[in-house]
């Protein structure tokens, strides 16, 4: 290994990059989270010292005391963004600094330390930067960057933990879902839910998704590819997918997805949906939806269509919605027109296929 020195940063180079053949392979048909470049980010943190020691370094296995409060308390937060490669060959994040700022606002409710914006986006720059072949080019691929921060201090009493890392590691990323822009089944969670009043369902962190896990499975074992969750107080109003927002379509062309109660993840292609539609000239209504309303909208005719949306996900249709007691829609349903052509608009920007109008793109590499 060699080390050079970055503003800040300094970088370690690993001896073993993976050889262009076999990268290639990885980039011509990634999946999702499957498979990691060949460097990652770290930045340690302590009371005394505040964030320090900034490096790029060689990908691969943590050294953690077992009394780190991250295995314990589960003290731990994370973000998702995607890398974009563009035809000439450069390569642009999408709004950055949203996560940045969503990252903080997730640090505060974790009592873990805020990374400051410059930091968070220097580190993304960083990684690209070194890690910069290992950004697809292929049609609906990216580079989907996770940055996290875990409380690493030795010790077993429960308060907020004096010393943390923060990391961000890189993966060539295809479609979330395995038939990709296909419409996909949900289903509802009538007995679980993700977040309460006060809770931390509008922060990042890994708890929030541990605890849909096993409504995942139900989902799955009823057929389903996500699992939409109702709010913790009266079970009526919808929430959010295990990982994502979702929208529903009326037939007069306006949209709606449920307000941020506080409960809810802040999604950045949330807002960015909410954005260009609105720019065309849609109503777009954030407030609280019941299930009732979906249920009963579908089957009418009312809502036209419905979809999921997210970093991961980007803008997935959903076909048909199940329950204990019930099932609407129809798994073999088509897309929805609508949902079709904002996903075309938000990725034609992504993919610098359109105008960024927004200013919402990044150079990185
Ligand atoms: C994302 O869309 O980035 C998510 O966080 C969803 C999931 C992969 C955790």
Redesign the pocket.
Known sequence: MHSTSAPAFTVTTSKQRTSQDERDKVLANPGFGLHFTDHMVVIDWSVEQGWHDARVQPYGPLTLDPASSVLHYAQEIFE?LKAYRHADGSVWGFRPTSNAARMQRSAKRLALPELPEAEFLESIKQLVMVDHEWVPSAPETSLYLRPFTIANERFLGVRAAQRAAYYVIASPAGA?FPKGVAPVSIWVSEQYTRAARGGTGAAKCGGN?SASLMPQQEASQNGCSQVLFLDAEEGKYLEELG??NVFLVRKDGSLLTPSLTGSILEGVTRDSIITLARARGHVVQERKITLDEWREGFASGEITEAFAC????VVTPICCLKGEKFKIGDEEAPAGELTLSLRKELTDIQYGRAPDVHGWLQRLA
């Open positions: 998702g979330y998704y990982g994502m997210g970093t991961a996900a």
